[in-house]
């Protein structure tokens, strides 16, 4: 083999052999065969473990409704995707899915796309154009910085993390080129849990006249009283935000990624995204499991988010008691931060021998230095399994020197 390929292949398999030569592998990688207790319990080789690695923060993965109105949907439409979007791909699912999540975030249009990295591509590359510029939160979500990447001449520029006057002076700054500038950033960080505080950061928008646009990956279903994300969360007016770009497989049990908007924003994206137009669509029955989920959703929101609420901060409460650091965690994102890279791989491999499954987290996806242990639940969770998940935590951190 060529050196110079050889080269490409070793520096891009680095971090996976070290992973594996830690035997840490399976943290990532734990091969479930079926779920318990409403996808609180994850059962893996006849062992079971409680499951605070996932995004399925509304616990509603597991209903019947939405797997039954997949088989419906697949024994009438069909199992493929058959073509773009733009090419035999649409169906009357597509739209009526399209339909509700622009009813639902109060916008007068929706487009749909195969995942929110999907979203992101298409809507970043397309909203901040050729020579434009995207003014950026620094701990921003890759597909956003990658969807700046593909607009031609483009670059990117970052705001320090939540910090709205550093926006503000950004931005005067920037203003002075002659350029297009779309500030984005995200309403609830996922490796953190801080919500990011979307009303300052929209009235700062607002006065410069630059649009925003913000990925609610992880505060759709998380934040806000029936869990409609940061604008319920902070009150604000519909056209606070001009472009919401949202995920259907996270606290929502579906698949697919969204963005909602102007008729115009969301038509440009459509003309112009090449994930939206260059990948052959999600099939029907995906697009059936997300229209269920989103009305299982709406079914006692209030409820579910007030438990999901007062369960998170149970747990956090009961991690600070014992002296464990959750660092800004405002939602049932509850990061236990570590340092030290190894060590935290340590001990979630400890959490996971004594039952709790929770992924370790280290650069790059947070700065190096900075690796923690990410935990988050569900509304599924009852006050027994946070108290169960909180033991393994305190006695794992303890036993690995986390905690002295
Ligand atoms: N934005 C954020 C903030 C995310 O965390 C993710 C997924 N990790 C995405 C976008 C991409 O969403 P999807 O998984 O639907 O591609």
């Not at 207790?37 to 993965?61: R, T």
Request: hydrophobic residues 40%; glycine residues 10%; negative net charge.
């Amino acid at each position: 083999m060529r050196k110079n390929f050889q080269d490409v292949l070793d520096s891009a398999i680095n971090q996976v052999k070290m992973l594996r030569q830690l035997g840490v592998m399976g943290l990532f990688f734990l091969e479930v065969d079926h779920f318990e207790d409403d996808g609180v319990v994850a059962v893996s080789d006849g062992k079971k473990y409680i499951n605070v690695a996932g995004y399925s923060y509304l616990g509603i993965s597991q209903r019947r409704e939405i797997s039954g109105a997949v088989a419906e949907c697949a024994s009438s439409l069909g199992v493929g995707s058959h073509g773009s979007r733009v090419i035999a791909g649409t169906n009357a699912l597509h739209i009526r899915l399209e339909e509700r999540l622009a009813e639902i975030h109060g916008k007068e249009a929706c487009a749909v796309f195969n995942s929110g990295t999907a979203a992101n591509l298409a809507a970043v590359s397309v909203l901040v154009g050729k020579g434009g510029i995207a003014l950026v939160d620094e701990l921003s979500h890759r597909s956003i910085l990658d969807g700046a990447r593909l607009a031609k001449g483009a670059r990117v520029e970052k705001f320090k993390h939540n910090d709205t006057e550093d926006l503000k002076s950004k931005l005067e700054i920037l203003l002075e080129e002659d350029r297009n500038i779309l500030v984005v950033c995200e309403g609830v960080y996922s490796m953190d849990g801080d919500v990011a505080p979307i009303d300052d950061i929209s009235h700062v928008c607002k006065t410069y006249d630059v649009p925003l646009m913000v990925d609610e990956a992880h505060s759709i279903g998380v934040v806000g009283a029936t869990g409609g994300g940061v604008s319920e969360h902070f009150s604000l007016p519909p056209d606070a935000i001009d472009v919401k770009m949202g995920t259907m497989g996270k606290a929502m049990p579906g698949y697919g990624g969204f963005i909602c908007g102007t008729r115009e924003i969301v038509d440009a994206v459509r003309a112009q995204g090449a994930s939206y137009f260059f990948s052959g669509a999600l099939p029907a029955y995906v697009m059936a499991a997300n229209l269920k989920s989103l009305e299982i959703a709406a079914e006692s929101p209030h409820e579910r988010m007030d438990k999901l609420r007062s369960s998170a901060d149970s747990l956090r409460a009961k991690l600070n008691a014992e002296g464990l650091d959750t660092g800004d965690s405002q939602t049932c994102i509850i990061p236990v931060m570590v340092g030290d890279e190894m060590q935290c791989y340590g001990y979630a491999k400890l959490c996971l021998d004594k039952g709790l499954w929770a992924v370790p987290i280290s650069w790059p996806a947070v700065p190096f230095g900075e690796a923690r242990l990410r935990v988050s639940i569900s509304a599924s969770f009852t006050e027994e399994h946070i108290q169960k998940a909180a033991d393994i935590l305190v006695s794992a951190a303890k036993e690995f020197g986390v905690l002295d």
